[in-house]
């Protein structure tokens, strides 16, 4: 199947919901929609800086269950994107009733309203955090689901209702598990993926605190507009019921990451690296061939990637982009990296 993105048309799709439209990866997927000519509702606590009048922005919370019911009972969406989430690992750890609420709840509430509304077919966003501490490499879908944060959890325990419904009521829902999705647009003070937090630290020329060995350390950087390609593809051609990984298919180590970093920047950077944390220094790529499978492939190279990331910052911030501000934690007795001052 060839790699075509004008096959990728969502013609039997008139109106869509996104919810979450107005974050990193729902304000890149609402932007392809608007290309395809689509009708979106967008459902967000927080105003869309995209302005289309393709885009109807619906601020709700996707925990009020009553008025996610009566949205979705009013518009009639043929197809749902749910990005909505807390995507913060840190805060679930420690506010993990906040995860909960937003990750498990809000997404049952969706679930319930798009079987009511008869939805052609929902697309979940998951995450590869729902695997754990790998075990096997490259991790394909079947890899043991064994979280160790609450974030982790609250997503597979959303999969498996998504599974439940599909098998009780027929919804026609298919789930997606991103790896480390990084690009333009992310919140800079709140993003706990290593690219933008690495970029935006050298940009204001301060060193990179690299959690764990920086040559052991390895990841599935995937480019964000790769990801919706990927949920585009599972919108029309994905098995209901099922999971997809959508990654690289790449590893990289967190070195090779800042050599990325420093070609794009025209700057060497200085890394120091927090060898005590020792909870993710693990190798973490995705097996990709069931989304490949379907006709998927990853366009953006990380080079590719981390240059339009370093523009975008420039472009945005010039050279004093938003440091972030929250720590990364994997349980309540860890220090995060130190913040550069």
């Given at each position: 199947?060839?790699?075509?993105?004008?096959?990728?048309?969502?013609?039997?799709?008139?109106?869509?919901?996104?919810?979450?439209g107005?974050?990193?990866?729902?304000?890149?997927?609402?932007?392809?929609?608007?290309?395809?000519?689509?009708?979106i509702?967008?459902?967000?606590?927080v105003?869309?800086?995209?302005k289309?009048?393709?885009?109807?922005?619906?601020?709700?919370?996707?925990?009020?269950?009553?008025?996610?019911?009566?949205?979705?009972?009013?518009?009639?969406?043929?197809?749902?994107?749910h990005?909505?989430?807390?995507?913060?690992?840190?805060l679930?750890?420690?506010?993990?009733?906040?995860?909960?609420?937003?990750?498990?709840?809000?997404s049952?509430?969706?679930?319930?309203?798009a079987?009511?509304?008869?939805?052609?077919?929902?697309?979940?966003?998951?995450?590869a955090?729902?695997?754990?501490?790998?075990?096997i490499?490259?991790?394909?879908?079947?890899?043991?689901r064994?979280?160790?944060?609450?974030?982790?959890?609250?997503?597979?325990?959303?999969?498996?209702?998504?599974?439940?419904?599909?098998?009780?009521?027929?919804?026609?829902?298919?789930?997606?598990?991103?790896?480390?999705?990084?690009g333009?647009?992310?919140?800079?003070?709140?993003?706990l993926?290593?690219?933008s937090?690495y970029?935006?630290?050298?940009?204001?020329?301060?060193?990179?605190?690299?959690?764990g060995?920086?040559?052991?350390?390895t990841?599935?950087?995937?480019?964000?507009?790769?990801?919706v390609?990927?949920?585009?593809?599972?919108?029309?051609?994905?098995?209901?019921?099922e999971?997809?990984?959508?990654?690289?298919?790449?590893?990289?180590?967190?070195?090779?990451?800042?050599?990325?970093?420093?070609?794009?920047t025209?700057?060497?950077?200085?890394i120091?690296?927090?060898?005590?944390?020792?909870?993710?220094?693990?190798?973490?790529v995705?097996?990709?061939?069931?989304?490949?499978?379907?006709?998927?492939?990853?366009?953006?190279?990380?080079?590719?990637?981390?240059?339009?990331?370093?523009?975008s910052?420039r472009?945005?911030?010039?050279?004093?982009?938003?440091?972030p501000?929250?720590?990364?934690?994997?349980?309540?007795?860890?220090?995060?990296?130190?913040?550069?001052?």
């Amino acid at each position: 199947m060839k790699n075509d993105d004008r096959e990728i048309m969502l013609g039997k799709y008139e109106t869509i919901l996104v919810t979450g439209g107005s974050g990193f990866i729902g304000g890149h997927l609402v932007d392809k929609l608007i290309t395809l000519n689509k009708k979106i509702i967008l459902i967000d606590r927080v105003e869309p800086t995209i302005k289309s009048n393709q885009v109807n922005w619906i601020k709700e919370d996707i925990r009020k269950k009553v008025r996610i019911h009566d949205i979705m009972m009013k518009h009639k969406p043929n197809l749902i994107f749910h990005v909505a989430a807390n995507a913060n690992g840190s805060l679930s750890v420690t506010q993990p009733e906040v995860d909960f609420s937003n990750n498990v709840i809000g997404s049952t509430n969706i679930f319930y309203a798009a079987r009511d509304a008869k939805v052609k077919r929902i697309v979940n966003v998951s995450s590869a955090s729902v695997y754990g501490i790998p075990q096997i490499f490259p991790i394909s879908e079947e890899h043991p689901r064994d979280p160790f944060v609450p974030y982790g959890a609250g997503k597979r325990a959303v999969e498996i209702l998504a599974t439940a419904y599909y098998h009780t009521w027929g919804l026609p829902i298919v789930s997606i598990r991103p790896f480390c999705v990084y690009g333009p647009g992310e919140n800079m003070k709140a993003t706990l993926v290593e690219p933008s937090r690495y970029a935006s630290w050298h940009i204001n020329n301060g060193k990179i605190p690299v959690i764990g060995d920086p040559d052991r350390k390895t990841r599935d950087f995937v480019y964000v507009d790769d990801v919706v390609r990927g949920m585009l593809i599972l919108a029309e051609r994905g098995k209901l019921g099922e999971q997809y990984n959508v990654g690289s298919g790449t590893e990289t180590t967190m070195r090779q990451l800042v050599e990325a970093i420093d070609k794009a920047t025209g700057k060497t950077a200085t890394i120091e690296a927090n060898r005590e944390i020792t909870e993710d220094t693990y190798r973490l790529v995705g097996d990709i061939e069931k989304l490949k499978s379907l006709g998927y492939r990853p366009q953006t190279s990380l080079e590719d990637g981390i240059q339009k990331l370093v523009q975008s910052f420039r472009k945005m911030y010039g050279d004093k982009p938003p440091l972030p501000n929250v720590p990364t934690i994997f349980n309540s007795a860890q220090i995060g990296e130190m913040r550069n001052k």
